[in-house]
């Protein structure tokens, strides 16, 4: 099994912050303030939404050094071997975040095509397996189909909202990640496969 180390970085204040991916797949950005062995939690979001969302489960009365990563488990869902404290380095917030997202490897968005349909299956963020289908038509697209591909009622993701739009293969991608919570970096497209649409071909997986 892969040890999975925290790594904290200094910040501007002299308190510590890191950003990591939990157990569900969210990305989480904290960051503590230190008094003497008493940290508190200063800040704690999620970087997969619009609006900095903080975890439900999370509490912010001071704690010690030896209980950072037992709380880290218990309440943001993420277990740690080993916690190791960086001093020789300081970024700021919006420094750590971009240096983090720049290292997330890159996410393709499989697409397969037949004449003048796109279509695949795909697991999201939150490890949904979602058909999703795209119907071309004089330089605009039609999402003729896409349900939860997990279950058997054919359930229509409730984000979806976007039915008829211009086609373009950045405005394809961002519904299917603002809409569908796809997590997508990039896009492509198969014309040539042996590929059978029974599982998820890409994603989360």
Same mark, same amino acid.
């Given at each position: +099994? ?5 790594? @904290? ?7 510590? $912050? ?7 797949? #969210? %990305?989480?950005?904290?960051? *503590? ?5 008493? &940290? ?9 939404? /619009? ?9 912010? =009365?001071? &704690? /010690? ?21 960086? =001093?020789? %380095? ?20 499989? +697409? ?13 963020? !939150?490890?949904?397996?979602? !058909?999703?289908?795209?119907? #071309?038509?004089?330089? #605009? ?5 896409? $349900?939860?591909?997990?279950? #058997?009622?054919?359930?229509?993701? %409730? ?5 008829? &739009?211009? &086609?373009? +293969?950045?405005?394809? *991608? ?12 990039? +896009?492509?497209?198969? =014309?040539?496969?042996?590929?059978? @649409? ?8």
């Amino acid at each position: +099994m892969k040890r999975s180390v925290l790594k @904290l970085i200094k910040n501007e204040n002299g308190g510590w $912050h890191a950003v990591f991916k939990n157990n569900h797949a #969210r %990305q989480i950005y904290f960051a *503590l303030s230190v008094s003497g062995d008493t &940290f508190t939690i200063e800040e704690c979001y999620y970087l997969d939404r /619009s609006t900095k969302k903080r975890p439900k489960a999370l509490t912010f =009365e001071p &704690f /010690s050094r030896g209980e950072l990563a037992d709380k880290i488990a218990r309440e943001l869902d993420k277990s740690f071997s080993k916690i190791r404290f960086l =001093e020789n %380095q300081i970024l700021t917030e919006d420094e750590l975040i971009s240096s983090y997202l720049s290292d997330e490897k890159k996410k393709i968005l499989l +697409m397969l095509k037949e004449e003048n349909v796109l279509r695949t299956v795909f697991k999201n963020k !939150y490890h949904r397996a979602i !058909y999703f289908e795209v119907t #071309r038509t004089c330089g #605009r697209a039609l999402i003729s189909d896409c $349900h939860y591909a997990d279950t #058997r009622s054919g359930e229509v993701p %409730q984000g979806l909202t976007t039915i008829y &739009f211009p &086609f373009s +293969m950045e405005r394809l *991608l961002a519904v299917v990640n603002t809409e569908l919570e796809g997590g997508f970096t990039d +896009m492509a497209v198969s =014309e040539e496969h042996t590929l059978v @649409l029974d599982r998820p071909i890409c994603g989360s997986i």
